[in-house]
């Protein structure tokens, strides 16, 4: 189900979240067990302030991204194809322009808001 945008309060939203990006980085993370733990566990952490533990959360999904570029073919169904168009072909040589079109997107990412909803857990 797709949420129509003419149909929400705030055009830019997304069920709730700032915008698509950050749902959809925010559903990537917590979509398995492995990486849901994780998450809870750099927001957990007692040693970090609330700055660095945003900072270690979109590190992660950078080095993510970054792995996920450096697989060949690059996998359906993974947090990198969804962050990129949908008319892009990810089976092109030249990945530096995938990365670059993830990149893009992950700047519209609010990692505040993905810390503060996992920090409410």
């Given at each position: 189900?797709?949420?129509?945008?003419?149909?929400?309060?705030?055009?830019?939203?997304?069920?709730?979240?700032i915008n698509y990006e950050t749902w959809l980085v925010s559903?990537?993370?917590?979509?398995?067990?492995?990486?849901?733990?994780?998450?809870?566990?750099?927001?957990?952490?007692?040693?970090?302030?609330?700055?660095?533990?945003?900072?270690?959360?979109?590190?992660?999904?950078?080095?993510?991204?970054?792995?996920?570029?450096?697989?060949?073919?690059?996998?359906?169904?993974?947090?990198?194809?969804?962050?990129?168009?949908?008319?892009?072909?990810?089976?092109?040589?030249?990945?530096?322009?995938?990365?670059?079109?993830?990149?893009?997107?992950?700047?519209?990412?609010?990692?505040?808001?993905i810390y503060g909803s996992a920090s409410l857990e």
């Amino acid at each position: 189900m797709t949420q129509n945008k003419e149909s929400q309060t705030n055009p830019d939203e997304y069920y709730g979240w700032i915008n698509y990006e950050t749902w959809l980085v925010s559903l990537w993370l917590n979509n398995n067990e492995g990486d849901y733990n994780y998450l809870n566990e750099i927001v957990s952490n007692e040693s970090y302030t609330p700055e660095e533990k945003i900072d270690q959360i979109k590190s992660w999904v950078y080095e993510i991204i970054d792995y996920q570029t450096d697989l060949s073919p690059i996998p359906i169904g993974c947090m990198l194809q969804d962050l990129i168009p949908s008319d892009m072909n990810t089976d092109i040589e030249n990945k530096k322009i995938v990365y670059c079109a993830a990149i893009k997107t992950l700047k519209k990412v609010s990692f505040a808001e993905i810390y503060g909803s996992a920090s409410l857990e």
